[in-house]
């Protein structure tokens, strides 16, 4: 739902200048430094863009999710980086607080991510959980007014500078005091960086997304209190990380959307521009097929994207409409990717002329908030359900 087309505009439009003017002429150095320029993100947040889906009582832009993948699209249309860089905190690093955490978590925590101060970030990949997410093996055990947390959570987007985790971790135990397996004995907590006993891995080397850091972050003995429980309920964390991920798997196929659409102006000029046997190549019909297929692509992503986010916004349960759509978006940004390579011939190849760098950046796309096959199976399985199955 649009809440002021007027005000809404006028955001979309400072987010789309933002992005030409500061952002993309950026892309390069933060490819080759690894980093984000300082003066750069304090331009970010000076323009609320840390804020952007938290709720306004906590001091966000509380944008709808209709809002929330419009905005999306214009900060896909440069480096990946960028929107990671703000990314946890309008997404997986707030949103657990969001739709489950106390009053009292949600005033002590969400006014320092909207203003960007700390950086969330979202714990629930381990070495051996990744798309099996419930077998994951972190474990915290309840001791007087702390639950002591150990063990090792992978690839964690934002690591390096979060200031809070969210932290999926086992709780559920047995008479003998085993561990019990399955969702239901999972539990969300926060996690202060600097807490004893949190520690941080190696910064990962990655296929692309310079500038937008991952790393272990590892548990050992770590003391967390009882309040830092999301919720203060046991025994639903594991749904609360899949509520995260209904919405970030929305959010993710806007940003690759926009990508896509970046990619392929990129393209089309460079179409227009480019001439083999005495004319623009554009004027073939090979290379039309490749930059009108990419747009009908395009456009059908942003129609079903834009109705997913209305249906979330009116109260429905989207689960299988955010998995369409991450599967949909983030498959048809690779293609884009490829075609736009193909179009651009062997300076495609070249690292100068930044196309090549789009093709790694968006590979990942496809892979995290659940892979292809994971969307595929979501998909399977609320349609069995729809059924009576
Ligand atoms: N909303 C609310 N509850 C949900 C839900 C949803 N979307 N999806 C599942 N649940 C509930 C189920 O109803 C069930 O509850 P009951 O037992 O009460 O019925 C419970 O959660 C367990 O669900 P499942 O039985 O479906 O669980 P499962 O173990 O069979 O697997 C899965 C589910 C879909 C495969 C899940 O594990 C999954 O999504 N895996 C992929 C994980 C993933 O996306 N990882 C990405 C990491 S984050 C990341 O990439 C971030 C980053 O760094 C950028």
Redesign the pocket.
């Known amino acids: 739902m649009i809440r002021s087309q007027e005000t809404l505009n006028l955001l979309l439009d400072s987010i789309s200048r933002f992005v030409r003017e500061r952002l993309v002429p950026n892309e390069e150095i933060v490819a080759e430094t690894d980093q984000i320029p300082a003066g750069l993100l304090q331009e970010m947040k000076d323009l609320g863009l840390f804020g952007l889906c938290l709720p306004e009582e906590y001091g966000g832009l509380g944008l709808t999710m209709e809002e929330e993948v419009l905005a999306a699209f214009e900060l896909g249309k440069t480096s990946p980086a960028f929107r990671s860089a703000i990314g946890s905190n309008n997404g ?1 690093g707030s949103t657990g607080l969001v739709v489950d955490g106390t009053a009292a978590q949600k005033e002590k925590y969400l006014p320092r991510l909207a203003s960007g101060e700390l950086i969330g970030s ?1 714990c ?2 381990e070495p051996e959980a ?5 077998s994951l093996k972190t474990r915290a055990v309840r001791d007087g007014d702390h639950y002591v947390l150990n063990g090792t959570k992978r ?3 934002n690591a390096p500078e979060a200031g809070l985790f969210t932290v999926m971790a086992r709780t559920g135990r047995d008479a003998s005091g085993a561990d019990t397996k399955g ?2 004995a999972i539990s969300a907590f926060v996690v202060e960086a600097g807490t004893a006993g949190l520690s941080l891995g190696k910064i990962d080397r990655k296929m692309g997304q310079k500038g937008a850091h ?1 790393c272990d972050v590892i548990f050992e003995n770590c003391r967390v209190p009882v309040e830092n429980l999301i919720g203060e309920k046991e025994g639903v964390g ?2 609360t990380a ?2 995260v ?2 919405k970030g798997r929305l959010h993710i196929a806007a940003v690759a959307t926009g990508a896509a659409e970046r990619m392929l102006a990129d393209a089309l000029r460079y179409a227009i521009d480019r001439k083999q046997f005495d004319k623009p190549i554009i004027d073939f019909q090979l290379v039309q097929a490749m930059l009108a297929d990419s747009q009908a692509e395009i456009y059908a992503s942003r129609c079903m994207i834009v109705d997913a986010a209305k249906k979330r916004d009116n109260g429905e349960r989207v ?1 299988s409409e955010a998995s369409c759509a991450k599967m949909f978006a983030t498959e048809m940004c690779g293609r884009v990717a490829d075609r736009a390579v193909q179009i651009f011939g062997g300076a495609g190849y070249m690292s100068e002329y930044g196309i090549e760098r789009f093709y790694r950046d968006v590979r990942l796309f496809r892979i ?3 892979t292809t096959q ?1 969307q595929q ?2 998909i399977a ?1 609320e349609l069995r359900r729809s059924a009576g199955g």
């Open positions: 997986i979202f629930l990949t990744g798309s099996d997410a419930a690839f964690i987007t969702a239901d991952t594991f749904k899949m509520k991920l209904d689960t995290y908030e659940g994971i199976i979501v399985r």
